[in-house]
DNA sequence: TCGTAAGTACGACGATCATCGTAGCAGATA
DNA sequence: TATCTGCTACGATGATCGTCGTACTTACGA
């Protein structure tokens, strides 16, 4: 039951990720490429810096939906919000989930 | 864009199979359950014989989106409609996908 | 201090979803 | 033929979802 207060922002602890609830932030195709780009990066990203075609505030609604979900990590750095993937909380909670997600369909758009 | 139609039924074929469809299809917790129900069944299963706490309308809705995002194929035998998980299909498509969503969360009872 | 950049809050909208009950159909069985 | 079993079809309903625009906040920089 604990959880964790990140500057503010709900997350989930680790132990409390549920699998429908990471399956369905996942499931949308949006979120899923944030998911991917996330992936790739080498340092947390700003919400802004992605090849997402929705309004800011579609996308502030996909980074609330990963970040209560365990998917992502937030944290506020001046005037931007810094987005980290979880990857080691969710392999710990599922393993091989997370890489199996990413390895499958990485040549699917975002344009939908 | 080829399409393969079992008795009836519409099936994707394995290389139509889309993620986040897959995805949506397994976030539910009622669907979470009958998919591992199947996967430990050595043999075909008719609806009826699943733990489910919905009514039968219902359970058919769910099959009916399990089967339309290629995770089970159906076909009739008698009264009864026969459910198989495409084990062999997803794991193509997606591999360990399948196994990483089965290994997690086996403890999850199917109550919601 | 003023403006700009980055996100959020707050409705609102149409679409989809999970659920149900009732009615009905197709095989199997008597 | 009549009945039963297993499942579907067809609304209907309340909830959630993805999307948007507008207004607002907050931090940085000129």
């Known amino acids: 039951m604990k959880e964790e207060i990140v500057m503010g922002l709900y997350h989930p602890a680790t132990e409390d990720l549920e699998l429908p609830t990471v399956l369905h932030a996942l499931s949308d195709p949006q ?5 991917r780009e996330l992936a ?7 919400c802004g810096r992605f090849t997402v ?16 979900a365990g998917v992502i990590q937030q944290h506020h750095l001046g005037t931007a919000k810094m987005n980290t993937l979880r990857r080691a ?14 390895a499958a369909a990485p040549a699917e758009p975002a344009i939908a």
Chains 1, 2 share one sequence.
């Open 53 to 68: 075609n929705v309004s800011k505030s579609t996308c502030t609604h996909h980074f609330r939906v990963l970040r209560e």
């Open 89 to 102: 909380d969710i392999d710990a909670r599922f393993p091989g989930l997370l890489d199996a997600v990413l």
């Open 31 to 35: 979120r899923l490429h944030i998911v």
């Open 40 to 46: 790739v990066a080498e340092e947390a990203q700003p």
